[in-house]
């Protein structure tokens, strides 16, 4: 009699890699986007307290990219590990790695809220603040946000690592079902605290938090299931040889996720120095929407890329090469084709699509130009970002980490920092910074790619 784990082993290396893709793609991509969805609530029930409501929140963002990258970093890492794990039959080590990289998830963000409290004083105005902003009131909405979203940092990466274990394993519905119940919770809570308690930031940022835990409990509830692995305290094991392991896979997340923290924060002083100190707060508040709304588009990608992803691990770890190129083929001709399409209604609906989140002039002329200038070039991400996921979950770390760390961070810092400077009018150089860094990370892309193409071709060869 075949054990789940059997079967699980025959449908992720003998499917076809199409089909397996779409089924586990589905609930990732669903996943994806409520999560991105449920940003854009935020963003939306924020910009009814003001424009200085919305920029205090959007000075936050690098401390939730930072949160972030510590989950990715160590939920990437170790299920990577895990799927070449389970598709070289090793059960001990995933089951090791399964309970490693939870506890040290955790650790990391209970180390991340002490620090952010012991520092509170000047870090709002590392992030990004202006002294023109204090009388607006920027800084104290910013401040009243940051408390919370300290408080649920552990459980924000514990989540992450979570989500990540049970989709590597190839059960991405439990995933979906422990984000998307946060999410959807978090629409509710919003309104409920910001208008019926009458809490304003503060109230966004409790319901953050209290989401996030419901969340991460419902994902562990997940991990319970028969054929997924157990998270118990017993099978921790800080060793060099783990620990090496979840870097190999995570370091790629974490630089991506840290260099878009740091990017986040240089786009804001950027944003905020290009344009008169009375617009300061309107053009931060432009780029903050723009990119929780092409984030929406790019959590498309994302999930799509994400159910390659146990597949490329799976499939790799059990020496079946043309399988990963196959879904490497058709991952990124499918979603190049889907970013077009939204990267067209993007780009006419602009000024719409910023209007929704605040009525402020400003603010909508800001937002509409940086976000045309994004759509232009967007569909080229679907290039990167699979021959990014390739490279992680094939453990090839140099070279995943250099893609990750390319589009938000090596490339476009330099890009956002410089290109103003060269403008009589600095907010160009801003609104350029994002579209030329996503055009030279494709071309950094392809001879990536073409690189394991030939590998894989060779190694066909040498078998045939």
Same mark, same amino acid.
């Given at each position: 009699?075949?054990?789940?784990?059997?079967?699980?082993?025959?449908?992720?290396?003998?499917?076809?890699?199409?089909?397996?893709?779409?089924?586990?793609?589905?609930?990732?991509?669903?996943?994806?986007?409520?999560? $991105?969805?449920?940003?854009? +609530?935020?963003?939306?029930?924020?910009?009814?307290?003001?424009?200085?409501?919305?920029?205090?929140?959007?000075?936050?963002? #690098?401390?939730?990219?930072?949160?972030?990258?510590?989950?990715?970093?160590?939920?990437?890492?170790?299920?990577?590990?895990?799927?070449?794990?389970?598709?070289?039959?090793?059960?001990?080590?995933?089951?090791?790695?399964?309970?490693?990289?939870?506890?040290? +998830?955790?650790?990391?963000?209970?180390?991340?809220?002490?620090?952010?409290?012991?520092?509170?004083?000047?870090?709002?105005?590392?992030?990004?603040?202006?002294?023109?902003?204090?009388?607006? !009131?920027?800084?104290?909405?910013?401040?009243?946000?940051?408390?919370?979203?300290?408080?649920?940092? #552990?459980?924000?990466?514990?989540?992450?690592?979570?989500?990540?274990?049970?989709?590597?394993? @190839?059960?991405?519905?439990?995933?979906?079902? @422990?984000?998307?119940?946060?999410?959807?919770?978090?629409?509710?809570?919003?309104?409920?605290?910001?208008?019926?308690?009458?809490?304003?930031?503060?109230?966004? $940022?409790?319901?953050?938090?209290?989401?996030?835990?419901?969340?991460?409990?419902?994902?562990?509830?997940?991990?319970?299931?028969?054929?997924?692995?157990?998270?118990?305290?017993?099978?921790?094991?800080?060793?060099?040889?783990?620990?090496?392991? *979840?870097?190999?896979?995570?370091? #790629?997340?974490?630089?991506?996720?840290?260099?878009?923290?740091l990017s986040t924060l240089c786009l804001n002083t950027a944003a905020g120095a290009a344009v008169a100190v009375s617009l300061a707060e309107e053009s931060i508040a432009a780029f903050s929407i723009v990119g929780k709304i092409m984030m929406l588009v790019y959590s498309a990608l994302?999930?799509?890329?994400?159910?390659?992803?146990?597949?490329?691990?799976?499939?790799?770890? $059990?020496? !079946?090469?043309?399988?990963?190129?196959? @879904?490497?083929?058709?991952?990124?001709?499918?979603?190049?084709?889907?970013?077009?399409?939204?990267? $067209?209604? @993007?780009?006419?609906?602009?000024?719409?699509?910023?209007?929704?989140?605040?009525?402020?002039?400003?603010?909508?002329?800001?937002?509409?130009?940086?976000?045309?200038?994004?759509?232009?070039?967007?569909?080229?991400?679907?290039?990167?970002?699979?021959?990014?996921?390739?490279?992680?979950?094939?453990?090839?770390?140099?070279?995943?980490?250099?893609?990750?760390?390319?589009?938000?961070?090596?490339?476009?810092?330099?890009?956002?920092?410089?290109?103003?400077?060269?403008?009589?009018?600095?907010?160009?150089?801003?609104?350029?910074?994002?579209?030329?860094?996503?055009?030279?990370?494709?071309?950094?892309? *392809?001879?990536?790619?073409?690189?394991?193409?030939?590998?894989? !071709?060779?190694?066909?060869?040498?078998?045939?």
């Amino acid at each position: 009699m075949e054990t789940a784990e059997q079967k699980k082993y025959e449908r992720m290396t003998g499917e076809p890699v199409e089909r397996l893709i779409r089924q586990l793609a589905v609930p990732t991509m669903i996943a994806m986007l409520v999560t $991105a969805a449920y940003n854009i +609530a935020d963003t939306y029930f924020v910009g009814t307290i003001g424009t200085e409501a919305t920029a205090g929140v959007g000075l936050i963002l #690098p401390v939730m990219s930072i949160i972030q990258a510590i989950g990715f970093f160590f939920g990437q890492g170790s299920g990577n590990f895990i799927s070449r794990a389970l598709g070289a039959r090793n059960m001990e080590n995933a089951s090791k790695m399964a309970a490693t990289g939870a506890v040290c +998830a955790a650790f990391f963000g209970l180390v991340l809220t002490a620090c952010g409290f012991a520092f509170n004083n000047g870090l709002l105005y590392i992030l990004g603040a202006r002294e023109g902003m204090v009388d607006a !009131k920027t800084v104290g909405y910013a401040r009243d946000y940051l408390m919370f979203i300290l408080i649920g940092a #552990p459980f924000m990466s514990l989540s992450c690592v979570l989500n990540n274990q049970l989709r590597f394993q @190839g059960n991405a519905v439990f995933a979906m079902i @422990g984000l998307v119940s946060g999410a959807v919770l978090n629409c509710g809570l919003d309104p409920l605290f910001i208008f019926g308690f009458h809490m304003e930031v503060r109230g966004a $940022a409790m319901a953050t938090m209290i989401s996030q835990i419901i969340s991460c409990s419902i994902l562990y509830i997940g991990t319970l299931r028969s054929d997924n692995l157990k998270i118990k305290l017993k099978n921790f094991t800080p060793k060099l040889f783990f620990f090496k392991n *979840i870097c190999v896979g995570g370091l #790629p997340s974490l630089f991506r996720q840290g260099l878009t923290s740091l990017s986040t924060l240089c786009l804001n002083t950027a944003a905020g120095a290009a344009v008169a100190v009375s617009l300061a707060e309107e053009s931060i508040a432009a780029f903050s929407i723009v990119g929780k709304i092409m984030m929406l588009v790019y959590s498309a990608l994302i999930g799509f890329g994400q159910g390659f992803q146990p597949v490329c691990g799976f499939n790799y770890g $059990a020496g !079946k090469y043309d399988r990963v190129w196959k @879904g490497w083929k058709y991952c990124s001709k499918v979603s190049a084709a889907f970013l077009l399409i939204l990267s $067209a209604i @993007g780009y006419i609906f602009a000024g719409d699509l910023v209007a929704i989140f605040r009525d402020d002039v400003d603010v909508i002329a800001f937002g509409t130009v940086a976000m045309r200038m994004q759509c232009i070039v967007f569909a080229l991400n679907s290039v990167t970002t699979i021959t990014n996921m390739m490279y992680q979950n094939m453990g090839r770390v140099v070279g995943a980490t250099v893609l990750a760390a390319s589009r938000q961070g090596i490339l476009f810092i330099p890009i956002v920092l410089i290109l103003p400077r060269l403008f009589e009018q600095p907010i160009w150089g801003v609104y350029l910074a994002q579209p030329l860094a996503d055009v030279f990370a494709f071309v950094l892309a *392809i001879p990536f790619a073409v690189k394991v193409y030939r590998e894989f !071709k060779a190694v066909s060869f040498k078998k045939s």
